[in-house]
């Protein structure tokens, strides 16, 4: 079970922090991965980091803007958000698989979502 939390309303180029707990799974065999679904799009991927958190991915309009990071003692993945802007403001979820590094997650792969949680970005 996963569940994200840490969201909020913060002005354009505001920072936050977005932490996902993870319960009943081996969390440290597990590559986490952020998602966000804006109103009226469809569920995108924004950021995954392998299980012993030695490699990152992120999409290429979050590069340099969003840090994931975990903590494998405390079952937790975090999201850094810093320089936000209005569009990426959604619903940011969390995942976890154990796929090959090489192999994308996409949403459709996705088992089961938590519950997510909302970052709104004003102008």
């Known amino acids: 079970q996963l569940q994200a939390s840490g969201g909020g309303l913060v002005q354009a180029g505001g920072s936050l922090r977005l932490s996902c707990a993870a319960s009943?799974?081996?969390?440290?065999?597990?590559?986490m991965s952020w998602f966000r679904q804006a109103p009226g799009k469809e569920r995108e991927f924004v950021a995954r980091l392998s299980s012993n958190g030695g490699s990152t991915q992120y999409r290429e309009s979050v590069k340099g803007r969003f840090t994931i990071s975990r903590d494998n003692a405390k079952k937790m993945v975090y999201l850094q958000l810093d320089s936000l802007k209005p569009e990426d403001t959604a619903v940011y979820y969390c995942?976890?698989?154990?796929?090959?590094?090489?192999?994308?997650?996409?949403?459709?792969?996705?088992?089961?979502w938590g519950q997510g949680t909302l970052v709104t970005v004003s102008s």
């Open positions: 009943g799974l081996s969390f440290s065999t597990y590559r």
């Open positions: 995942a976890a698989d154990r796929r090959p590094w090489v192999i994308d997650l996409t949403p459709a792969l996705v088992a089961s």
